[in-house]
């Protein structure tokens, strides 16, 4: 199995630093960051869907596997579009919750 470049891991690590960097900011400056971030991710899904082009037979060409037939290059801008959107469902998650954390504290501490 090949090493997955660092490179892969780029975008989903801008999204992170982005997004924490974020809470400094206005509220509106997270939620667009974090559309932004979404936005970017599926369009490497899509752009690394569309450049791999028709899977090769496994029969006819020597490699294992339909995957392994692949250019690398655009399986790892797949990938890396599959890792930033998870990264931005789960900045989701934690948004939300960070958010209705504030509210309470907030609220807790004006009455």
Do not use: K, N, Q
Request: glycine share 8%; with cysteine; hydrophobic share 55%.
């Amino acid at each position: 199995m090949d090493i997955v470049p660092g490179y892969v891991f780029t975008l989903p690590a801008a999204i992170v630093v982005g997004w924490t960097l974020s809470w400094w900011g206005a509220r509106r400056v997270r939620w667009i960051l974090l559309s932004a971030a979404a936005a970017v991710s599926v369009l490497c899904v899509v752009i690394g869907w569309h450049a791999m082009g028709p899977p090769a037979d496994p029969r006819t060409v020597s490699c294992s596997s339909t995957w392994a037939c692949m250019d690398p290059r655009s399986l790892y801008l797949f990938a890396a579009g599959l890792l930033g959107f998870g990264c931005c469902f789960v900045l989701l998650i934690l948004a939300i919750v960070g958010e209705a954390i504030l509210i309470r504290t907030r609220r807790r501490i004006s009455d």
